[in-house]
C-alpha cells in the first residue's frame, strides 16, 4: 500500500542502503537482494516500492555541484577556479560520479548522466561565457572536467594523484582557463 505523507520507514531503509550499495559498488554489482538484506526488508518490497533496479537508482543517484564558487570569481580566474572545485569534491560526489558512469550501459542512467552533465557542469559554465562560441568553449571545458575526474577517480592515475593540489590546480586551471576565454 503506497504512503501517504511522509516515505515509509521500510522505503527509506531501501534508498538509504541502496544509495550506499550503489555508491560504493556501482549499478551492475548491487543486487536487488543485497539491497533488501542491508534494509532488512524482502526483495519483493523493493521492486514494489521502487518498481525496478533502475529506477530507484535513478531516486538515489544525484550529482550536484555548488556552483556558487563558479559566481564569485572573474572570468579570468574560472579555470582555477574549476579545477579547484573539482579537486575538492567530496566522497559521496565521487561515488555517485563512479555509479553513473558504471550504470551508464542502462538507457535510463545513461540520460541521467547526461542531464547532469548538461545541467551540474555545462550549464553553469555556459551561462558565465559570452560570444558566438560560449556553447563550445563551455563542452570543451566540460569535456576537460570530465577528464580530470576519469582520470582521478576511474583510472586512478597515481601521477596525478601524487602530484602538488597547488600545482595541480594551477596547472589543470590554465586548461580550462585556455578553453574558457575567447579566442582574439
Known amino acids: 500500500m503506497p504512503s501517504t505523507g511522509s516515505a515509509s520507514p521500510t522505503r527509506e531503509a531501501i534508498r538509504t542502503a541502496a544509495a550506499r550499495l550503489f555508491r560504493d559498488q556501482g549499478f551492475a554489482r548491487t543486487t536487488v537482494r543485497r539491497i533488501a538484506a542491508d534494509a532488512g526488508t524482502d526483495p519483493a518490497l523493493v521492486i ?48 555517485i560520479f563512479l555509479a553513473l558512469v558504471r550504470g551508464s550501459n542502462e538507457p535510463q542512467i545513461l540520460d541521467r548522466l547526461r542531464r547532469t552533465h548538461e545541467n551540474v557542469l555545462l550549464g553553469p559554465l555556459r551561462n558565465r561565457l559570452s560570444g558566438p562560441d560560449a556553447d563550445l568553449r563551455a563542452r570543451l571545458a566540460a569535456a576537460l572536467a570530465g577528464g580530470l575526474l576519469y ?34
Open 48 to 95: 514494489r516500492h521502487f518498481k525496478s533496479k533502475e529506477l530507484l537508482f535513478l531516486e538515489t543517484m544525484h550529482l550536484t555541484i555548488d556552483d556558487e564558487p563558479l559566481l564569485d570569481v572573474p572570468l579570468e580566474r574560472l579555470g582555477e577556479r574549476l579545477a579547484a572545485l573539482l579537486l575538492d569534491l567530496d566522497g559521496a560526489a565521487r561515488g
Open 151 to 184: 582520470a582521478l577517480w576511474v583510472a586512478r592515475d597515481e601521477g596525478l594523484l601524487r602530484t602538488d593540489r597547488a600545482d595541480l590546480v594551477a596547472r589543470y586551471g590554465a586548461l580550462l582557463q585556455d578553453t574558457l576565454t575567447p579566442p582574439r
